[in-house]
Structure formats: structure tokens, C-alpha cells
């Protein structure tokens, strides 16, 4: 099993910056790839980033392609896995709950991932508020 664990929310004036952090603990060796998602109350989930382990392609919403960038920290890839959403120039359309995701290899061990593709775990959210 893998947890997750995201840090570096909060609320900031319309322009402003922010970067989410989340860390991936327990059986990571098998991971695909990480993203970011966000919903606000009452209605879906949006895929907002996701990235392939260990160097992999990077997508995006349009909405915020330009703006939000997503890295991981692979210095230390035999230990806990550490993936950052950078938030630049801000809006109040992307107050949002946001999620990090990982997914799994399959069991021969394929990746392939996208912002609609499914997502095997969950973090339990950290809230951004732009005004």
C-alpha cells in the first residue's frame, strides 16, 4: 500500500503563488506516475497535472498550462517520493480542494497515465483560496 501525504495549501491574494508538496510513503517501488487533482464541493474531480516516476512526460489542464508546473524529487528515489505542484499567477477560479494521486504499474508492468486515467491512491486534500 502507499500513502500520501499533501502540505502547502492556503489562501493567497489573486496574482500570488503557492506550491504544493505531497510524499508518497510505503510500497512506492511500483508507482506509474503522480498528479494533482481538484474539486471543489458538489462537483467532479479535475485532473490538474500528472507526471511519469522517475522523469516521465508531463500533462496538464488547459487551464492551467503556462501557470502551474509539476516536478518530483528523485534524489532519493529508494526512499519516500516527494511530487510538487509550483502555482504561479493565481485566480480565484482555481480555489479548489486538491488532491495528489499515484498510480500503479500494471502486472507486467506497463505505465501509461494521463489526467483521465485511473488513479490507484489518494491523499485526503489540502484546500487553496485565491480572492
Known amino acids: 500500500h502507499v500513502q500520501l501525504v499533501e502540505s502547502g495549501g492556503g489562501s493567497v491574494q489573486a496574482g500570488g503563488s503557492l506550491r504544493l508538496s505531497c510524499a508518497a510513503s510505503?510500497?512506492?517501488?511500483?508507482?506509474?506516475?503522480m498528479g494533482w487533482f481538484r474539486q471543489a464541493p458538489g462537483q467532479g474531480r479535475e485532473g490538474v497535472a500528472v507526471?511519469?516516476?522517475?522523469?516521465?512526460?508531463?500533462?496538464?489542464?488547459?487551464s492551467v498550462e503556462g501557470r502551474f508546473t509539476i516536478s518530483e524529487d528523485n534524489a532519493n528515489y529508494d526512499a519516500n517520493h516527494t511530487v510538487y505542484l509550483e502555482m504561479n499567477d493565481l485566480k480565484p477560479e482555481d480555489t479548489y480542494m486538491y488532491y495528489c494521486?499515484?498510480?500503479?504499474?500494471?502486472?507486467?508492468?506497463?505505465?501509461?497515465?494521463?489526467?483521465?486515467?485511473?488513479?490507484?491512491?489518494w491523499g485526503q486534500g489540502t484546500q487553496v483560496t485565491v480572492s
Open positions: 494521486a499515484a498510480s500503479r504499474r500494471s502486472s507486467i508492468g506497463g505505465c501509461v497515465y494521463g489526467l483521465g486515467t485511473q488513479f490507484d491512491y
Open positions: 510505503g510500497n512506492t517501488y511500483n508507482l506509474c506516475s
Open positions: 507526471i511519469g516516476i522517475g522523469g516521465g512526460r508531463t500533462y496538464y489542464a488547459d
